[in-house]
């Protein structure tokens, strides 16, 4: 008898007349509003403007959305291609369905769009948004609780999520949360980024390589825990090890970045009226604000010059003709007379 577990919702979807309102939709619009609201308040505090996170959004989510269907698909195409089943179903995303790293590779594209328009560097725009994603990440796996999906091994944990629904082979009964387990790494993710980037101040695309590192170590042991089907290689999932190359290639990128290009790159983000806003972030604000203070010290220090040289020109002229009307002494005196 199970004393308690987490309950799965009767159905994933409802109605507002005949419109219909599907839980792993709604995690998905919600997951993008967080990240993209967190990303904006990041990037205002390094000196960018306001509106610039979502408009490059506007290019990267799409794209992501496209990447992450197009990952599963592949990578599950017996789901949709095989005999008896209905390739129309391969456009259903609302049923589920993205895979994160093609969602995030095809999503990088289009954001590298969208900061080519905008004249921006994409590394900077990518660590301004990286903690945003985890959390979105975190949001979004909720959606997979909606549709009974993605979970693990049986369990009669305290935890364990109660799977109701028979349907695609699923077997009634207490499961390992996944989705929880995951949601949970996401946000520990997210917090880890942001305190990593205040205190070491990330920059050059390394804030979001950390976030790509430790979501992977993460993605590693909980994928190894799902029973849905999938694909192996040498016996382990193929989820698994493509978060292990991830993994590799994410750190081999932070190293070389912090040995080829350290600190922090400016943002230069002009709008339509060609000024950049200041920065609210305290760190950045100083270094702004210090170099502000020299260009400032170095005209007052020129004006302070002129206004020494005018001062002494008005001051010189009265005495030059004080000494010229003079009367002269000793022997040019004489001979001036004479």
Not at 26 to 48: D, E, H, M
Not at 89 to 114: P, T
Request: aromatic residues 12%; charged residues 20%; proline residues 5%.
């Amino acid at each position: 008898m199970d004393l308690a577990y987490i309950p799965s919702p009767s159905r994933g979807v409802l109605y507002l007349g005949s419109i219909p309102l599907r839980g792993y939709a709604f995690c998905i619009i919600i997951g993008v509003f967080v990240a993209v609201l967190i990303g904006n308040r990041r990037w205002i505090a390094r000196g960018g403007r306001a509106g610039t996170v979502a408009d490059i959004a506007v290019w990267a989510v799409p794209f992501g959305l496209v990447g992450g269907r197009l990952y599963h698909v592949i990578t599950d195409y017996e789901l949709y291609f095989t005999e008896g089943k209905d390739w129309v179903n391969a456009f259903k995303i609302w049923e589920g369905g993205l895979g994160i790293w093609g969602a995030i590779a095809f999503g990088a594209l289009g954001a590298w769009i969208g900061c080519r328009r905008r004249g921006i560097p994409l590394p900077a725009w990518a660590d301004t948004v990286a903690p945003g994603i985890a959390f979105a990440q975190a949001i979004g796996r909720w959606g997979n609780w909606f549709n009974q999906e993605l979970y693990g091994k049986p369990t009669d944990l305290p935890w364990a999520v109660k799977i109701t629904s028979d349907s695609g082979g699923r077997i009634p009964g207490t499961y390992h949360p996944t989705f929880l387990y995951e949601f949970l790494w996401c946000i520990g993710v997210g917090l880890l980024v942001i305190w990593a980037d205040r205190r070491f101040r990330l920059g050059h695309g390394r804030a979001f390589a950390l976030y790509v590192a430790a979501y992977c170590a993460g993605r590693g042991w909980i994928e190894y825990m799902r029973v849905d089907s999938a694909h192996h290689i040498f016996g382990v999932r193929l989820n698994v090890w493509t978060a292990i190359v991830v993994f590799v290639a994410a750190v081999a990128y932070f190293v070389l970045s912090a040995r080829l290009r350290p600190g922090r790159e400016t943002i230069h983000d002009k709008g339509g009226d060609g000024e950049t806003p200041e920065p609210r972030d305290a760190e950045d604000a100083k270094t702004l604000k210090d170099g502000g203070d020299a260009k400032d010290a170095e005209g007052e220090g020129a004006k302070a010059d002129k206004d020494g040289d005018e001062a002494a020109g008005e001051a010189g002229e009265p005495g030059d003709t004080a000494a010229e009307d003079a009367e002269p002494s000793g022997p040019t005196a004489s001979l001036k007379k004479s």
